[in-house]
């Protein structure tokens, strides 16, 4: 009688290009992290996560959330209050939590990119957990993502030197490598996100549904299960 074999695993490298300020990546991650359960263990995948903003340009005070999307795309209010429940019943469907009330201004990012940057550095396990809470941070809590204080009390919470944390915000230290890193995926033609790409080479663009990214993980590390063929 034969011996049987087991498969081999593999691991992926997924880099996520995205901003804290993005509902969509909020929904896009945790759909990411469901079809990454349910690939393990033949595929493992070790996320990083890379800075895009989508209001480079918005100052420190922020803007009011009405106002800004309304001048950035015409929408009404009620055209708003209904992505608004689109995005949060996307966000149910994968364990994200959005606020009812939606986000009361949005605000500047790059000092939480800053910090991202740093923690990649440091463990890309925590880096994990910072972003996590940023998101969680904004979306479900109506925290000021570009507050040195929630920030460092964030970066504490994943496991980071807020001592340090603390530092690098009164600084500059890392703006250049996140405006590099920034510039490096939009020159690469990435002008929206989430951008998933994965082994540095496919590219998964928007907060698709789990099925997507799972038949995409499968596919991508040589896992395709029988009967089941790519969209």
Not at 101 to 127: C, M, S, V
Request: charged share 25%; aromatic share 6%; net charge negative.
């Amino acid at each position: 009688m034969a011996a049987m074999t087991t498969p081999s695993s593999s691991h992926l490298k997924i880099d996520f290009v995205s901003d804290v300020s993005c509902p969509w990546c909020a929904v896009g991650l945790g759909s990411l992290e469901a079809a990454i359960a349910r690939v393990a263990p033949r595929v493992t995948a070790e996320l990083h996560f890379q800075p895009f903003e989508l209001n480079p340009q918005m100052p420190p005070e922020g803007q009011d959330t009405f106002e800004h999307l309304n001048q950035k795309y015409g929408s009404t209010r009620e055209q708003q209050a209904q992505m608004r429940e689109a995005i949060r019943q996307r966000g149910e469907a994968v364990g994200f939590v959005f606020n009812p009330e939606g986000r009361p201004r949005i605000y500047n990012t790059f000092d939480a990119h800053r910090l991202l940057h740093w923690a990649e550095l440091e463990d890309a396990a925590k880096q994990v957990a910072l972003k996590k809470s940023l998101l969680k941070a904004y979306f479900t809590d109506a925290e000021n993502p570009s507050d040195p204080e929630v920030l460092v009390r964030l970066a504490a919470a994943a496991g980071l030197d807020a001592a340090r944390a603390r530092e690098i915000l009164a600084s500059d230290e890392y703006a250049a490598e996140t405006r590099a890193r920034e510039r490096m995926y939009t020159d690469a033609g990435i002008h929206s996100v989430p951008a998933i790409i994965i082994n540095d080479q496919h590219l998964i663009s928007g907060g698709q549904p789990v099925e997507v990214f799972e038949r995409a993980l499968r596919q991508i590390a040589g896992a395709q299960p029988s009967g089941v063929v790519s969209a």
